[in-house]
């Protein structure tokens, strides 16, 4: 089984960027779909994206889509996501997700990693 580590959280003003990296370890990464969820205080976790093994099909949330997107270099075993005009709103803890396809990981059931903490100001 994959196992997984968040990093790049941190505080931001609103408008500014981040960049989450997620590495993995234990599996096969090149043959896992992988994706980012968000968690925010007092609600339920949320899908943000999701990629391909390939890396050739990407998805995203409709409250993402044009400022955040997902990339995976699978020489590095490691998955990003590039959040830019971030807003209050994406505060949030940021959650990778791993599974043999697309469609296990937006549905959550792949495996999960501890999360990063991403906090945007206004």
């Known amino acids: 089984q994959v196992q997984l580590v968040e990093s790049g959280g941190g505080w931001v003003q609103a408008g500014g960027s981040l960049r989450l990296s997620c590495a993995a370890s234990g599996g096969t990464f090149s043959s896992h779909a992988m994706g980012w969820f968000r968690q925010a205080p007092g609600k339920e976790r949320e899908f943000v994206a999701a990629?391909?093994?390939?890396?050739?099909?990407?998805y995203y949330a409709d409250s993402v889509k044009g400022r955040f997107t997902i990339s995976r270099d699978n020489t590095k075993n490691t998955v990003y996501l590039q959040m830019n005009s971030l807003k209050p709103e994406d505060t949030a803890v940021y959650y990778c997700?791993?599974?043999?396809?697309?469609?296990?990981?937006?549905?959550?059931?792949?495996?999960w990693g501890q999360g990063t903490q991403v906090t945007v100001s206004s």
């Open positions: 997700n791993a599974g043999p396809t697309v469609s296990i990981v937006r549905s959550g059931f792949g495996s």
């Open positions: 990629i391909s093994w390939s890396g050739g099909s990407t």
